[in-house]
């Protein structure tokens, strides 16, 4: 796995960043209006060979990669650059591709500097105008019928309408100029299909940039505005908003990368993907920049404010091809209807999602442990609970040491490292067991080895690592929600012993453990986050009670009350009033995409299934463009939910700094899996309301499961607080 920048492509990035910020400044983009074409920077894009990087090395270009392309358009969107690059670079590579005199001449005609040449996305009909991006600039339009590729030379200047955003679009009607035919051919139409793909994709890209950008302009604006004697920034109703789209533009930039890679490697899902890529990228860029421009205020609509400039143009290049949700669609048609697409040649693309290699052998002796003790007619291996957990499975996998592969061998584990740690738990998936317990027990585990002392590490971690025991976690107080800081369950040292009395909610697992790692309050004159500590208290202390909670998601939880528990000062983890820094990592292990992308798809898979044997109109459901949109959306989600969860592991593997990696992508994963379902459950009812462990019974067992995801492990206000401070420099927004 490497998701960060490959050094090739660092100078590539800091090239572009560097010259858009010099030569497309806010000043030299309103100086381009209304057209929204500035000659002067063509002029140096041409210098830079920037229009040529995707033409061939044969043809006289730079032969670069995809990847590298979409670098530079994504900062061509950071400055809003007025230029068709996206069109010439394009146009420019079909006719490296086509060949001929015609290409060979406009190719060195667009050298010039003075001859703009782009491209018109829609085949040509006679006597059918259609608007083209550049085209009231261009001295050449490359435009193909069906049949023919050829170059279209105006008689005259275009007419350049009023347009929301300028691009220097102009009125295009085929066959009032001269007409130079470059190619056609069966290969004609596969270069044509191909350009358009291409197209999708660096579009997307500056539509990210455009993104990023408007939201870095309203993150710095909302930290030097000041409203009520507080920047406007720590107010949630503006923090949160951005955070979304911070999260989803991230999401984009990751779909992107993960395209790339998926076209040069071949991957099924990678047409599908190109679609999905535009359609997100649009949406990103339309909900970001109403967002940005919100957080100006009255101020955003100004026209001295730059974020309207944003807020325009990212509209105006989003549309250039029709409505965003024909992509949608055209997704849908590819991933389930087996429509074929032709892809471009990406070149190298060194970015890598896929786990680290290595682990195989430990995945194999764990598949070899499960094949032994799982029987599928007696273990749950369909439901994600407590209630999944057994024993004898647990036990089994201890015995073996590989509940916990990572930990030191004296503890039950391997050491293994993280490749085979993650081939080795990847296995609990492919099998289908929950073990949810060993979960909460890692983290715990964790914990206890960093913070513990010697004799309570000697109590518990052996007899975790060999699957004896499992702990729980005692975060969550009546009163507290996902404040866990706030905590009123009191410790009050007495000679040498502790003496705790409170309560906790949502236990989970109470019922299956023997520790519980508490937080409590042992100073309650500190400031919250300084006046707490942490213990893992014995379950069998006298003064403990357990109380069942059941949930409609068929699960249990546990109310636990504790009454004067006395425990010994070895239970305690850290320092006193030091209990912030001891669950850090622990909660942070909590806050990740998880496996919900797993169930999206799951889903989506049953409701297709269904829409194939249902009917409309005569046709089978499955063919309606509107049921295909819907499918192809959570076919998205679930992409972007795993490519951000992937973010989690791929930045730690690099030593990259994490800007709220994990609450990212646990808050786009849960909110898209609560809307998924919903839509799923509308899209196939009423059979949908049926429940059953298959087929559209999982629709209406997921839509229960979904509710609960944004809530435990961090509500997900609380994490867009968490990612607006850390992705977005907001202030902090909380007491």
């Not at 539509?207 to 949630?236: D, H, W």
């Not at 007696?378 to 592969?405: C, I, K, Q, T």
């Not at 939880?557 to 305690?572: C, G, I, L, M, Q």
Request: proline share 4%; charged share 20%.
């Amino acid at each position: 796995m490497k998701l960060a920048l490959p050094d090739d492509s660092v100078p590539v990035q800091e090239m572009f960043e560097g010259f858009f910020a010099a030569e497309s400044t806010s000043a030299r983009v309103r100086a381009a209006e209304p057209v929204g074409f500035d000659a002067a920077l063509w002029r140096e894009l041409v210098a830079t060979e920037a229009p040529f990087m995707r033409l061939s090395a044969d043809a006289g270009g730079g032969g670069m990669s995809l990847f590298d392309c979409c670098l530079m358009m994504e900062q061509a969107g950071r400055r809003l650059a007025s230029a068709p690059l996206a069109e010439a670079v394009v146009a420019l590579r079909m006719l490296g591709e086509l060949g001929g005199d015609v290409a060979a001449q406009w190719i060195d005609k667009v050298r010039d500097g003075e001859t703009v040449l782009t491209l018109a996305l829609h085949e040509t009909r006679a006597g059918t105008a259609q608007l083209v991006s550049g085209a009231a600039v261009a001295k050449g339009i490359l435009t193909y019928d069906g049949r023919e590729f050829a170059i279209e030379v105006p008689a005259a200047a275009l007419a350049a309408p009023a347009t929301l955003g300028g691009s220097g679009i102009g009125v295009f009607e085929p066959g009032r100029g001269q007409r130079l035919v470059v190619a056609s051919g069966a290969d004609a139409a596969k270069i044509w299909a191909a350009g358009l793909e291409e197209w999708k994709l660096l579009t997307a890209a500056a539509l990210i940039g455009l993104s990023k950008e408007a939201l870095a302009m309203a993150a710095a604006y909302a930290c030097e505005r000041i409203a009520f004697g507080v920047p406007i920034g720590t107010n949630q109703g503006i923090a949160h908003p951005l955070a979304n789209d911070a999260i989803d533009a991230d999401g984009a930039g990751m779909l992107l990368w993960w395209t790339l890679r998926a076209i040069a490697d071949g991957h099924e899902e990678a047409a599908a993907s190109v679609s999905m890529l535009y359609w997100f990228a649009a949406r990103t860029a339309t909900s970001s920049v109403a967002h940005a421009l919100h957080t100006f205020g009255g101020y955003g609509l100004s026209n001295e404010y730059d974020i309207q400039l944003y807020h325009r143009r990212a509209k105006n290049w989003a549309l250039m091809l029709g409505d965003p949700q024909i992509e949608l669609a055209r997704a849908g048609r590819r991933l389930f209807l087996g429509e074929r697409a032709t892809l471009p040649d990406t070149g190298a693309v060194e970015v890598d999602f896929y786990p680290p290699e290595g682990g195989e052998a430990l995945a194999e002796e764990t598949r070899a442990v499960f094949k032994r003790v799982i029987d599928p007619a007696r273990h749950n291996l369909v439901d994600h609970n407590f209630e999944s957990h057994d024993w004898e499975v647990h036990r089994a996998l201890g015995a073996a040491g590989l509940l916990y592969p990572d930990w030191p061998v004296k503890w039950g584990g391997r050491g293994a490292d993280a490749a085979s740690t993650r081939a080795s738990l990847t296995v609990w998936q492919e099998i289908g067991y929950a073990g949810l317990p060993r979960s909460t027990t890692s983290m715990i585990g964790h914990v206890v080895q960093k913070t513990g002392k010697p004799e309570l590490q000697e109590e518990v971690l052996l007899r975790m690592g060999r699957g004896e025991i499992s702990a729980c976690l005692g975060y969550t107080e009546p009163s507290g929600g996902s404040d866990v800081f706030a905590a009123k369950t009191r410790a009050v040292r007495d000679g040498g012993d502790w003496i705790i009395n409170g309560a906790k909610m949502f236990t989970s697992g109470a019922e299956l453990a023997s520790y519980v790692i508490l937080i409590t309050r042992t100073d309650p004159d500190a400031p919250k986050h300084k006046g707490i500590t942490v213990f893992l208290v014995p379950m069998d202390k006298p003064g403990i009670e357990i109380t069942p909670v059941h949930t409609f998601m068929d699960e249990r939880t546990n109310a636990t009350f504790y009454s004067d528990v006395r425990v010994e000062d070895k239970y305690r983890l850290g320092e006193i009033n030091g209990g912030a820094k001891v669950l850090a990592s622990a909660l942070s292990m909590e806050q990740s995409g998880g496996y919900y992308h797993i169930l999206m798809r799951e889903m989506a898979d049953e409701v297709a299934g269904w829409a194939r044997g249902e009917t409309r109109n005569g046709k089978p459901l499955i063919e309606d463009d509107s049921v295909l949109a819907r499918l192809a959306r959570v076919y998205a989600d679930a992409r972007i939910s795993e490519v951000l969860s992937g973010r989690v592991l791929g930045t730690k593997l690099a030593g990259l700094p994490d800007l709220a990696f994990g609450p990212a992508a646990k808050v786009y994963s849960t909110e898209a899996f609560i809307a998924d379902s919903t839509d799923l459950i509308d899209l196939a009812a009423p059979k949908s309301l049926l429940r059953g462990q298959e087929g559209l019974g999982l629709v209406e067992k997921g839509y229960r499961h979904s509710t609960a995801t944004t809530i435990y492990g961090g509500t997900s206000e609380v994490l867009r607080s968490m990612v607006a401070e850390r992705r977005l420099g907001l202030p902090r927004s909380r007491a």
